[in-house]
């Protein structure tokens, strides 16, 4: 009996250490809502009706002295309030009316790249037709007479494009400003001419104005005839890509025509033959017809009597009107 007797004084000793063992596990959350639901049937409907709130102790409180947080037990602390209900209402409501705006700002940013792309694809457009018609306008005055119908309309095409802001309206001025040193088909201003040539071509580095310039400084117009610094401009335009193909063909005949006459340098056949070949490439009929007189006369090549024939004849037929003649000279014509 004794020992049945001390068999149940441990059950109860056990029962009792298990159940202090489950009150001190029940979460301080629970704790904290029975508080509050004997609180709220206290209080009745007027404060349910203003919905106080616990915060369990496991948010935490902000100690004032530190960065971390540390657990309360004053349960008052953990009350929310109208006051705090409504500042959390107030700063949900702006953070609404920030996300709106930054919403509009950004359909409106996107409204204006939209617009901006159109109209830098307007002008674009608008560009091309300008770069298309200035070309047209050279291509006619490589051909036509000076004091022409062709001539005066090419002329007054490339004045109109002048003020234009676009890189047309400054290959425009240059292409102007040549034809103020040539003195064909505008009246001749050499000086006025060069002048804004130079400005093209050493501080905008077109290319277009490069390759005038050197013209100007290898034959003296409007300045001191210059053939080494004209060899530089004529290398130099080469080096960068140009709106208008001329332009390089015009650059490696020059050189071509330098490096044979040995002008500002030591005469060079084969480099001369090079530069004719390439212009010839890109379709300067000038530089078909040197090869094709240096071909027949055997000069810096194997002379080739047959081939150099059939090359003058269909450069007789040529447009351009000086290459044309030439090569019917060149057939004894």
């Known amino acids: 009996m004794a020992g049945y007797a001390d068999g149940m004084h441990s059950s109860r000793l056990t029962g009792i250490v298990l159940h202090v063992l489950l009150l001190s596990t029940v979460p301080v959350s629970a704790v904290h809502a029975q508080a509050t639901a004997a609180e709220i049937s206290e209080e009745g409907i ?3 009706r203003r919905k106080r709130l616990v915060i369990e102790k496991d948010l ?4 004032p002295d530190s960065r971390t947080y540390a657990p309360t037990t004053d349960l008052s602390a953990n009350y929310v309030t109208e006051e705090d209900l409504e500042e959390e209402r107030r700063q949900l409501a702006q ?3 920030d996300a709106l705006e930054r919403q509009a700002l950004a359909e409106e940013r996107e409204r204006q790249r939209i617009k901006d792309n159109e109209r830098a694809r307007i002008a674009n457009i608008e560009e091309e037709k300008c770069r298309q018609s200035l070309l047209g306008a050279l291509r006619t005055l490589e051909m036509a007479a000076p004091g022409s119908a062709g001539s005066r309309d090419a002329v007054d095409t490339i004045a109109a494009m002048r003020p234009s802001k676009w890189a047309t309206g400054f290959n425009a001025r240059m292409a102007h400003a040549w034809l103020q040193v040539e003195g064909v088909h505008v009246p001749a201003d050499a000086a006025e001419g060069f002048t804004i040539l130079k400005e093209g071509a050493e501080q905008v580095h077109a290319p277009s104005a490069m390759v005038r310039y050197a013209h100007c400084l290898g034959r003296g117009l ?3 005839r210059d053939v080494t610094r004209a060899r530089l401009f004529y290398r130099a335009s ?3 890509d140009s709106d208008f193909e001329g332009d390089r063909r015009v650059a490696m005949r020059r050189l071509a025509e330098m490096d044979e006459a040995g002008e500002g340098a030591r ?3 084969l480099e001369a033959i090079r ?3 390439s212009a010839s490439a890109l379709g300067d009929a000038r530089s078909q017809l040197r090869l094709a007189i240096m071909r027949r006369d055997g000069v810096g090549m194997a002379a080739d009597s047959d081939a150099a024939t059939t090359a003058l004849e269909m450069l007789a037929t040529n447009a351009d009107p000086v290459v044309a003649t030439e090569a019917a000279a060149a057939l004894g014509r």
């Open 95 to 97: 953070q609404r009316v």
């Open 46 to 48: 007027e404060d349910s």
């Open 267 to 269: 005469a060079d056949l």
């Open 275 to 277: 530069w004719y070949t």
């Open 60 to 63: 935490r409180v902000r100690t």
């Open 222 to 224: 409007g300045c001191a």
């Open 238 to 240: 080469l080096a960068r």
